[in-house]
């Protein structure tokens, strides 16, 4: 079973920066495909970002151009660098990860943008 463990989470102004960190168990990371995912209250998880296990790379089009999500294969770990965060980002984030085989997710980790 692949456990993922999600961190970075808090409290910052808009217009700042925060790094989310995803944590995986597992030999084989770097054939996960691996996501981020968003939930604000009341409204439908979203995909907000993805990257392959080759490095390509995709974004949902809200967080286009301020949000880079990377990987470190050596590490098992996953990043979601957001810049420019707007009170709209304000959501529950989780890590997930695919396989041929399975599917996993993290427990989320909270962001909250306000003055």
């Known amino acids: 079973q692949v456990q993922l463990v999600e961190s970075g989470g808090g409290l910052v102004q808009p217009g700042g920066s925060l790094r989310l960190s995803c944590a995986a168990s597992g030999s084989i990371f770097r054939t996960y495909i691996m996501r981020w995912y968003r939930q604000a209250p009341g409204k439908p998880r979203e995909l907000v970002a993805g990257?392959?296990?080759?490095?390509?790379?995709n974004y949902a089009d809200s967080v286009k151009g301020r949000f880079t999500i990377s990987r470190d294969n050596a590490k098992n770990t996953v990043y979601l660098q957001m810049n420019s965060l707007k009170p709209e980002d304000t959501a529950v984030y989780y890590c997930?990860?695919?396989?041929?085989?399975?599917?996993?997710w993290g427990q989320g980790t909270q962001v909250t943008v306000s003055s």
């Open positions: 997930h990860a695919e396989t041929v085989t399975f599917v996993s």
């Open positions: 990257i392959t296990s080759g490095g390509i790379t």
